[in-house]
């Protein structure tokens, strides 16, 4: 085909997508994808009628304007003229706040219950019930960031790895951090893609130019070593902020379901008042309070330590459920040293004044138990091989047992010499293939 029959072509197909551009922004459906194809098609470098140029300005004006106003605002944005490749960052807040699928633009007019619940969520006007259910019902947000590369751009596999990176890192910064961490990591990430698109839009233009000051051009648009190097060190460091910020809000969370926890567990304060006159009961209810006090002490000990390892990106709902527990479990541990010891299959090798409170000495190793897993599991196999005095009821001794057992078998089979014979073919000795 000539260059005029191209030429020819090349302006038909740009025609065409301005019609499918006029498309998307008289049905209010426009994506980024849309604003990227307008600005292409703007500074596309093959040659265009001048009324396709305007059109192309026209539709790029209207659906970014569209674009915006659908997802808050665009804080910032990144539109290479040489490279088919553009960025942007809307609001952060308007897209953590919008579920994923919903558009802002159609909850203006709300109508309908579910339609009013999602816009006064977006614009902040929730009740406190219903942030609360949210939270509990989470979604996934809609992205903040938008990435559109055209023809798969950019051709240079680090640039391609990185920019995956930074969105996918983006994600989870929009689910699992709060406001301020939020907007700070997700301003860091599109810096760092707003560095990658800047150096290969410029490496791109030197391309076309033919080489600067007597430079060869380049064959391939590519990062170079350094510049590769330094990116994702920028980007090690903007994952590490995510980490230290997600870990802390998760363990939040985590100390508020164990908080609300300790308050469930303090609910038995009164029924020690109704049972103070039997001492058996009353001292039950003492272990188990000050067991899921001891469970509490210790998490809130090595949160102040950091220490505290939990899952940074479990739902909100799951870091509440383990938090509640957590005094539950230290509850029933404080309980179950007081039930052997009472019973009398636990004795204690350190002995009591003889008038001290037996009261306060069974709530003392009721905290520690809770406090301590170690203290409790110690309990536990002590009570168990009173039980068993063989030590079948141990499950560590048995499991070292197994393991001893089992390293001698190993070792023999390691001492004994080969002297078996090879072992015949199922086929009399000849392969599949053979005839």
Not at 193 to 204: A, F, M, N, P, Q
Not at 304 to 319: F, I
Not at 386 to 398: C, H, N, R, S, Y
Request: with cysteine.
């Amino acid at each position: 085909m000539s260059r005029v029959g191209t030429d020819v072509h090349h302006a038909l197909h740009a025609r065409a997508e301005c019609e499918e551009l006029n498309v998307a922004l008289e049905q209010q459906e426009t994506s980024f994808h849309d604003v990227a194809r307008a600005w292409f098609g703007l500074h596309d470098a093959h040659p265009l009628p001048n009324d396709v140029r305007k059109e192309y300005l026209r539709l790029y004006r209207a659906l970014f304007k569209q674009f915006s106003d659908a997802r808050g605002s665009i804080e910032s944005s990144y539109f290479p003229e040489h490279l088919p490749v553009a960025a942007a960052l809307t609001d952060i807040e308007y897209a953590a706040r919008l579920p994923a699928g919903a558009r802002g633009d159609t909850l203006h007019k709300p109508a309908g219950k579910l339609r009013q619940r999602l816009w006064r969520r977006v614009t902040r006007q929730e009740t406190p019930a219903e942030r609360a259910w949210r939270l509990w019902h989470s979604r996934a947000s809609a992205a903040a960031i938008h990435l559109e590369p055209v023809l798969g751009e950019p051709d240079d596999w680090t640039s391609k790895h990185l920019l995956s990176a930074c969105l996918t890192l983006h994600y989870k910064a929009l689910e699992f951090l709060s406001s301020k961490h939020r907007r700070v990591c997700l301003r860091r990430i599109f810096m760092i893609i707003s560095w990658v698109l800047g150096t290969l839009d410029y490496r791109e233009a030197e391309r076309r130019r033919g080489g600067t000051n007597g430079k060869r051009p380049p064959d391939r648009v590519r990062l170079d070593d350094r510049e590769a190097t330094y990116l994702w060190r920028e980007f090690g460091r903007a994952e590490q902020y995510y980490r230290e910020h997600a870990d802390r809000r998760a363990q939040l969370r985590y100390t508020g379901g164990m908080l609300i926890g300790v308050l469930l567990v303090a609910g038995l304060l009164p029924a020690i008042l109704f049972v103070h006159g039997s001492p058996t009961r009353s001292r039950f209810l003492v272990t188990l309070i000050a067991g899921a006090l001891g469970a509490t002490m210790s998490v809130l000990m090595r949160l102040t330590r950091g220490t505290l390892v939990l899952e940074r990106e479990a739902e909100t709902r799951t870091m509440l459920v383990v938090g509640v527990a957590r005094p539950f479990i230290g509850a029933v541990f404080g309980a179950l040293v007081y039930v052997l010891i009472a019973g009398g299959l636990l004795t204690l090798s350190v002995t009591t004044p003889s008038g001290s409170d037996p009261l306060l000495s069974y709530a003392g190793l009721a905290f520690l138990a809770g406090f301590s897993e170690r203290v409790a599991q110690t309990t536990v196999a002590s009570g168990t091989r009173a039980l068993m005095p063989d030590g079948d009821g141990d499950g560590a001794a048995v499991a070292r047992r197994s393991r001893r057992q089992r390293r001698a078998a190993y070792e023999r089979m390691a001492e004994a010499p080969d002297t078996a014979p090879p072992a015949a073919h199922p086929n009399g000795g000849r392969g599949q293939g053979e005839a």
